[in-house]
């Protein structure tokens, strides 16, 4: 992996196991400079089946929605103090730590 092969120390969040609440999408938008929708995975089943595309320009329900189906969120994601970035592809994640 690539933080390995630049030893660099991390800590991996299986979202599936524990998702991340609504306000910690919020804030992870803030850290990505983005808005919900910018880091939603629109081609997810969990998206096409649950009529989400009706909350992209709300981001209080679209965080709702990626906090219910975490699997439409993007990813990975990598945070690195109150910055983050979406790792696609993997060498954005270098940009991030200014390597």
């Given amino acids: 992996m690539l933080l390995k092969e630049n030893n660099i120390d991390f800590v ?13 999408i919020l804030l992870l938008a803030n850290k990505l400079g983005k808005r919900p929708k910018e880091f939603v995975r629109r ?3 969990d998206f096409k ?10 981001d209080q329900k679209l965080s709702s929605s990626m906090e219910e189906f975490p ?7 990598f ?3 109150e ?3 979406v790792g696609r592809p993997p060498d ?3 940009e991030l730590l200014d390597l």
Wanted: net charge negative.
């Fill in 12 to 24: 991996t969040i299986e979202y599936l196991k524990t998702p991340p609440s609504k306000e910690d």
């Fill in 49 to 58: 089946e649950n009529n989400i595309a009706s909350h992209l320009e709300d």
């Fill in 71 to 77: 699997k439409i969120m993007e990813r990975p994601i």
């Fill in 92 to 94: 954005k994640v270098l």
């Fill in 83 to 85: 910055s983050a970035i």
């Fill in 43 to 45: 081609s997810e089943t």
């Fill in 79 to 81: 945070v690195s103090g």
